[in-house]
């Protein structure tokens, strides 16, 4: 009889797999889809309304012999419910058998590789030494990327921090504070968050009818700006005042296009896994304005879940299945 480890979101958070080699999990997966040595086909997007939406994501990573898919839905109105913004699960399967090795929730999952992508992004596209991260949304990302971006580019010391929740705001300024050593400045409108940052993550909700605000001349020079939320915020302007725009996937940055995601925005340079593999140029000069559409991909997701499966496996955390 064969069998398959079930892992709840608890045991997936006991396993505590540290930033440092989620970082490094990421940074694998997004060589390897740039040397064409994965597969993954772009993610399959539904919207039931407006302000919910259900996504598949799939690929294959030969390099740790495993692939997976993850199933999950996002809304602005999951708050309402306790909810995090973003939830779902993930089938883990070996290549040599084909068989599924492991369930497991992936809101943690998604919450971490996507803060590690920005994170490698910053490695290889941002100036030297930032001073400060400017942060518009203190939700989850806002959360997970100071973290991550704090391994990469230790000098960051400043937080510029923005959100309509001005009591979420305050309680992000003093958690960060706390953990991580920032100096955190709370400011009331998100252009004066992103003139003031070196490194620039936007968070918000993915929601096509959003009135996108970002535009020309809010990015400062020699800036790294990395939105996770699409072009939710950000103006064909505000893509064009980059001397380099890459996104961490060109095919599912031309699908989104059918939902009304990305409908003006320049032709990219190319992929962040280019520049990482050195297929590219990154940043030419310390006064490039660079922006990675980072939107997440499947690959990233199968190399930071099998490291996962592979501790879990290890220390006898989750629950064994027959199948």
């Not at 740790?64 to 909810?83: D, F, P, T, Y």
């Not at 893509?239 to 031309?254: K, V, W």
Request: overall charge negative; aromatic content about 6%; charged content about 20%.
């Amino acid at each position: 009889m064969r069998s398959l480890t079930w892992l709840t979101r608890a045991d997936v958070e006991t396993v505590s797999l540290p930033m440092s080699e989620i970082i490094q999990c990421v940074e694998l997966a997004l060589t390897e889809k740039a040397l064409k040595r994965t597969q993954m086909p772009p993610k399959h997007w539904m919207e039931s309304t407006p302000v919910r939406w259900f996504g598949a994501m799939s690929s294959i990573v030969p390099a740790v012999n495993a692939a997976a898919v993850k199933w999950q839905s996002g809304s602005s109105e999951n708050a309402k419910a306790g909810l995090p913004y973003i939830t779902g699960m993930l089938i883990l399967n070996d290549l040599e058998s084909g068989l599924p090795i492991a369930i497991m929730d992936s809101t943690w999952i998604t919450a971490m590789r996507t803060a590690a992508e920005t994170a490698v992004a910053a490695k290889y596209l941002a100036n030297p030494a930032p001073k400060v991260l400017s942060i518009v949304g203190c939700g989850v990302q806002g959360r997970t990327n100071a973290e991550a971006l704090k391994i990469v580019r230790p000098s960051l010391e400043e937080i510029c921090c923005y959100d309509i929740d001005s009591a979420a705001m305050e309680r992000y300024a003093g958690e960060m504070t706390q953990r991580f050593g920032y100096k955190v400045t709370m400011v009331n409108d998100p252009r004066s968050a992103i003139e003031a940052g070196d490194i620039v993550v936007t968070g918000g909700p993915i929601e096509p009818g959003q009135v996108r605000v970002v535009t020309q001349g809010w990015l400062k020079q020699g800036a790294l700006a990395v939105p996770l939320d699409y072009d939710c915020y950000w103006t064909a302007a505000a893509f064009a005042d980059a001397e380099l725009l890459l996104t961490d996937d060109i095919g599912q940055l031309e699908h989104l296009a059918a939902y009304g995601y990305f409908l003006n925005v320049p032709a990219v340079a190319g992929e962040l896994g280019d520049v990482i593999a050195g297929l590219i140029p990154g940043r030419k000069n310390e006064k490039d304005r660079i922006i990675s559409i980072n939107m997440g991909v499947s690959v990233e997701d199968v190399t930071t879940a099998k490291r996962i499966y592979e501790l879990a496996s290890k220390r006898g955390i989750g629950q064994t299945l027959s199948m």
